[in-house]
């Protein structure tokens, strides 16, 4: 079967102070359709760069980046994005907001209506349709966005750190519920993350990207049925190895901010 | 409740003395009634301007025409109307002009230049222009009043438009819209608080144009009134004009408000 994404060579560069920066180099990535892929590394390795590469904001400055197919030519409804700030729009009310990218695809209103409602009771939003973002919890706009890019119906979900801001409690919660969602609409999924945890928690594949440039450390596969459990042995097998590949990369990040300082 | 008499008591203490003080004076003769007259003449003079004319006649029409027969509520609903299509004029041109502006810098890199040299220039400046232009009556004061809310409308839409953080666009591109929607669904409701700051700037340059605008080149309205009034040194009627004045001000700020908080009622800090 044809990959849902496909990158090879794919390398970014920018310029940031008169300097050259290379944030991403010779990444060779594939993600299978319905496959559930977290990226991570620590803050610089160019994990959200990736992502927004494969969304279509910033193309690769080298490389070839196939998604579904097709090379990446600008942000498209195919590829449904769910960004850490939640970037619900604050003037619509959560109905709206879950109804806007139906109204863009010139759906027929009791066809949006329903969809939406169903969308939103399952999300247990329902009896909030009404309020605007700004009343609504963090746990609960981060399910506004899900429920947002769900309703287009996309066959891949990015999703750039959607619950790095949640406390714990309710990123477990928002962590079962979006596998639940997955092995319901069985849709690829590419998360980005900095939580060891949480990659291992959700992913089939667990893809290790190093400090600048980004490049792919190594791919960890997780081997572990689901619902996992934390605390076995098994996955905590699992997390001390890419707990390793992890530090190694935080420590070339520190030594990198020292140097920088020191000069 | 008693807190809040006290408070009302409070309030009221330092005008009420002025009024009292003032009264008392004109009464003893020490201000000629043509220069100051007491605040008892001007309220008689103010009640007689709001007031119907002519006795209510059901023949002529309905009791809220009549009731708005006055000389005063004539005044003041010509003054407004003026302010209010003058805006519309210049807001609507300053509006899209302002989105387009901050979207395409193209856009702005050729328009900015001459709005910059047009822009320090006060409305004012240009009553000779304009009835040079328009000649007398409504025609230059629109003009007038349409210049005075253009720049505060445009200057605070592109700041408006600069400021819609960049999540939001891409958001909606995600989602897949295109330029068109963006600007009417995404781009204008996101950059509103600004657009509001500047429309409420605008009404209150163009309420400040209008009353000038009518002294010199409409003839008719609340400015004009006052105007016509030191012709004829009634300086009550000078004064009770200025309150009404006072009075559309207020009343347009406080629509404004209302409109304002109703507006962003979605807008983070603002309580519903």
Not at chain 1, 230 to 256: D, G
Not at chain 2, 27 to 50: D, H, K, M, N, T
Not at chain 2, 140 to 167: M, Q
Request: with cysteine; hydrophobic share 50%; net charge positive.
């Amino acid at each position: 079967m044809e990959p849902a994404v496909q990158m090879t060579g794919v390398a970014k560069a920018f310029r940031t102070g008169g300097r050259e920066v290379l944030a991403l180099d010779g990444i060779d990535l594939s993600v299978a359709p319905g496959e559930l892929v977290c990226l991570l590394g620590p803050s610089g390795c160019g994990k959200s760069t990736l992502l927004n590469a494969i969304a279509g904001f910033a193309p690769p400055t080298a490389g070839t980046l196939l998604a579904n197919g097709r090379p990446v030519a600008g942000p498209g409804p195919d590829r449904g994005m769910v960004f850490q700030e939640y970037a619900l729009f604050p003037w619509m009310t959560v109905e709206a907001n879950v109804a806007f990218g139906l109204e863009l695809k010139g759906e027929p209103r009791a066809a949006i209506a329903a969809r939406v409602e169903e969308l939103l009771r399952q999300l247990a939003l329902w009896e909030f349709r009404d309020r605007f973002p700004k009343d609504l919890s963090g746990g609960m706009r981060q399910r506004v966005a899900i429920a947002r890019v769900l309703a287009i119906d996309p066959p891949m979900l990015l999703m750039d750190e959607p619950f790095g801001a949640l406390d714990a409690l309710t990123r477990r919660n928002l962590q079962d519920e979006l596998l639940r969602i997955w092995s319901a609409l069985r849709k690829t999924i590419v998360f980005v993350t900095h939580g060891i945890e949480e990659a291992i928690y959700l992913a089939d594949r667990v893809v290790v990207m190093t400090y600048r440039p980004g490049r792919v450390k190594r791919i960890v596969p997780v081997p572990l049925g689901r619902p996992r459990d934390t605390a076995s042995p098994e996955f905590n097998a699992v997390k001390r190895e890419v707990s390793l590949l992890v530090m190694e990369e935080q420590a070339r990040h520190e030594r990198a901010e020292r140097g920088v300082a020191a000069d | 409740m008693t807190r809040g008499v006290g408070h009302f008591l409070k309030s009221i203490a330092v005008p009420a003395l002025v009024l009292l003080a003032w009264e008392a004076l004109s009464r003893e003769g020490v201000f000629s009634a043509a220069i100051l007259p007491a605040p008892s003449q001007v309220v008689v003079r103010w009640w007689q301007y709001l007031s119907p004319l002519e006795p209510y006649d059901p023949a002529q029409g309905s009791r809220l025409a009549w009731l708005f027969s006055g000389e005063l509520p004539q005044d003041a609903l010509g003054s407004l109307s003026r302010v209010l299509a003058g805006f519309l004029i210049g807001g609507g041109v300053a509006l899209p002009l302002g989105l387009l502006m901050g979207r395409r810098p193209l856009v702005h890199d050729l328009f900015a230049p001459l709005l910059e040299v047009l822009r320090p220039i006060p409305p004012i400046a240009f009553i000779p222009l304009s009835i040079l232009w328009f000649g007398l009556g409504n025609p230059p004061a629109l003009f007038l009043i349409a210049l005075g809310a253009f720049f505060p409308v445009l200057v605070n839409t592109i700041a408006g438009v600069r400021n819609v953080d960049a999540i939001y666009i891409r958001a909606a591109q995600n989602l897949g819209a295109r330029e068109g929607v963006l600007f009417r669904r995404v781009i204008l409701p996101a950059a509103m608080p600004y657009i509001l700051t500047g429309v409420r700037v605008g009404i209150g340059v163009a309420f400040i144009v209008v009353i000038v605008a009518e002294m010199t080149a409409v003839n008719r309205g609340l400015g004009y009134r006052i105007l016509e009034a030191r012709e004829f040194m009634w300086s009550d009627k000078i004064i009770a004009g200025m309150i009404s004045i006072g009075l559309c001000g207020l009343g347009i700020d406080v629509f404004m408000n209302r409109l304002n908080r109703w507006l962003l009622r979605w807008h983070r800090g603002m309580e519903s």
